[in-house]
């Protein structure tokens, strides 16, 4: 990993509309909130949040799949957010997405060669054949998929062999960033960790840079070199992966890392609990968004949002606290 950054992630927002009630005020899902951050070329950030905090929306954002309301998306300087639709394609090949479900982002009609040599098909339609296949081959290789299995369909094969064959697309146009969206979260734990761990291995072979969303900070924390929190459109901490495991700083990150089970008894946490539902993105509270559930809060988390401020090189944080 160097300090070169690769995505530049500046005050960006993106609200959804409600269905509009006649004579009735117009409302907005505010799915993103006026979020900043970055990654560094070669690193793994992770997004982490409770289900709508905005991390999947993020992850699209980044990529094209949907358009920002307001703020930058820089990928290598480029502010995405005004690149025409037309310029976009150049964007594709660096940037790819890995999903949760494969078995929802794989044709079910293709085999598996033609899953892969579909991509470079459209983006190098005069490389010759029997080039495009070895390509396909090695990499699935790579993947742990073998070339005994090209002529396979997917549903031949069980959800961890989709997921390699998920991430083997991912790559086969050589991308620079891997926006991987809950991907391990819909296979069994035994399983999880012999992706992440396959996914470690493509970085280093590759020089990838990962987006990592997922709402599950164990998993989080296998992967990650630096975490970002999210909660209701909004991050709360960015940190380092240790900062984040060892000091969070956040009450809301508190609770969430207290929530995971921790067989070391020496680095038992102090358990957290939250009170109450988490609020609705369209009517957030007031001041701090988690000033419902927050067990610290004081009056001024009611009125006032916090900035996001650091508290040292690397940790930021947005709570009156500090
Ligand atoms: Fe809790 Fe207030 Fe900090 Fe929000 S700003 S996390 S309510 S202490």
């Keep these: 990993m160097n300090d070169e950054i690769l995505i530049d992630i500046k005050n960006v927002k993106k609200y959804f509309p409600l269905s509009k009630k006649w004579f009735a005020e117009k409302r907005y899902v505010k799915a993103v909130d006026g979020i900043s951050f970055f990654i560094k070329k070669g690193e793994t950030f992770g997004l982490v949040g409770e289900s709508g905090c905005g991390k999947s929306t993020t992850g699209r954002l980044i990529n094209g799949l949907i358009k920002v309301d307001s703020g930058e998306v820089n990928f290598k300087g480029t502010n995405l957010a005004n690149v025409s639709e037309k310029s976009w394609k150049q964007y594709r090949k660096p940037m790819q997405m ?37 390509l396909v081959t090695e990499l699935l290789e790579k993947c742990g998929i073998s070339e005994f299995h090209l002529d396979k369909y997917p549903h031949e094969f069980s959800g961890g062999q989709r997921q390699r064959i998920g991430i083997a697309r991912s790559l086969i146009l050589r991308p620079e960033l891997i926006i991987a969206d809950e991907p391990v979260s819909a296979l069994d734990v035994s399983i999880q960790s012999q992706i992440l761990n396959l996914m470690k291995d493509l970085q280093e072979e590759f020089g990838l840079t990962y987006l990592f969303i997922s709402h599950d900070l164990s998993v989080v924390e296998h992967i990650s070199d630096r975490v970002g929190v999210m909660y209701l459109g909004s991050l709360v901490e960015i940190a380092t992966k240790q900062q984040i495991f060892e000091d969070p700083k956040h009450p809301y990150t508190q609770a969430l890392l207290s929530s995971i089970p921790q067989p070391d008894p020496k680095k038992k946490r102090e358990s957290v609990i939250l009170s109450g539902e988490i609020p609705s993105a369209s009517n957030p509270p007031s001041g701090c968004k988690f000033h419902t559930r927050c067990p610290v809060a004081m009056d001024i988390c009611k009125e006032k949002v916090p900035e996001l401020q650091q508290l040292d090189i690397e940790q930021n944080v947005a709570c009156h606290l500090y």
């Excluded at 078995?103 to 005069?126: C, F, G, Q, T």
Aim: hydrophobic share 40%; aromatic share 8%.
């Design 98 to 134: 890995v999903f949760q479900d494969p078995y929802a982002s794989l044709s079910p009609r293709m085999k598996v060669k033609d899953i892969l040599l579909e991509p470079l098909l459209i983006h190098y339609p005069k490389m010759p054949r029997n080039e495009k296949k070895m």
